[in-house]
T-cell receptor, first 112, second 114 residues
Framework: LAKTTQPISMDSYEGQEVNITCSHN???????ITWYQQFPSQGPRFIIQ???TKVTNEVASLFIPADRKSSTLSLPRVSLSDTAVYYC?????????????FGGGTRLMVKP | GAVVSQHPSRVICKSGTSVKIECRSL??????MFWYRQFPKQSLMLMAT?????????EQGVEKDKFLINHASLTLSTLTVASAHPEDSSFYIC??????????FGSGTQLSVL
């Protein structure tokens, strides 16, 4: 399983765009990149998933360069409620069971 | 989206008590479910993979006799912490795979052993 590296923490202010980058130098050809959000005392929640280039949904965008050795989660116009821990996971897209290893995550603090 | 229900959300018990935690997939069948534990300010650590109709697969360092897993149906997996002690106090989370390799997580169970 590809190991991931993320910043331990980030601070932002309401209304700003936040970009969280994850490094996964050993990503394999079949691996997908998935991001989860976790609030205190809750289970993680799926945010977005991608394989290459750019993916966008109603809550975030995911940018993946051509070499796929990193990815950037972009949260547009964050609010206080976006304060959470964000995890980047990398694993074989053919089997959800392979996407099991959580790295340290990035603790995002959004300030008023 | 798919929903995974976990119960109870919080347990406070005396040392030596066995505690059962249930994880249900509400709108899909899950042949495989996963159990994690999480200590304060730390990441999730995979404990075991629960397989419907067969034995669970435990990660290295996780005691099989302490953390008993049963996956008797396609929608239910249970984790029993046998004879819990204070060091077993943690946040336990289950998950199940949905479509497109996404994992859906339960809301977690906070176990406090006195």
């Amino acid at each position: 399983l590809a190991k991931t590296t993320q910043p331990i923490s980030m601070d932002s202010y309401e209304g700003q765009e936040v970009n969280i980058t994850c490094s996964h130098n050993n990503i394999a050809t079949n691996d997908y990149i998935t991001w989860y959000q976790q609030f205190p005392s809750q289970g993680p929640r799926f945010i977005i998933q991608g394989y290459k280039t750019k993916v966008t949904n109603e809550v975030a965008s995911l940018f993946i360069p051509a070499d796929r050795k990193s990815s950037t989660l972009s949260l547009p116009r964050v609010s206080l409620s976006d304060t959470a821990v964000y995890y980047c996971l990398v694993g074989d897209g053919n089997n959800a069971g392979n996407m099991l290893t959580f790295g340290g995550g990035t603790r995002l603090m959004v300030k008023p | 989206g798919a929903v995974v229900s976990q119960h109870p959300s919080r347990v406070i018990c005396k040392s030596g008590t066995s505690v059962k935690i249930e994880c249900r997939s509400l709108d899909f069948q899950a042949t495989t479910m996963f159990w994690y534990r999480q200590f304060p300010k730390q990441s999730l650590m995979l404990m075991a993979t629960s397989n419907e109709g067969s034995k669970a697969t435990y990660e290295q360092g996780v005691e099989k006799d302490k953390f008993l897993i049963n996956h008797a149906s396609l929608t239910l997996s249970t984790l029993t912490v046998a004879s819990a002690h204070p060091e077993d106090s943690s946040f336990y989370i289950c998950s199940a795979g949905g479509t497109n390799e996404k994992l859906f997580f339960g809301s977690g169970t906070q176990l406090s052993v006195l």
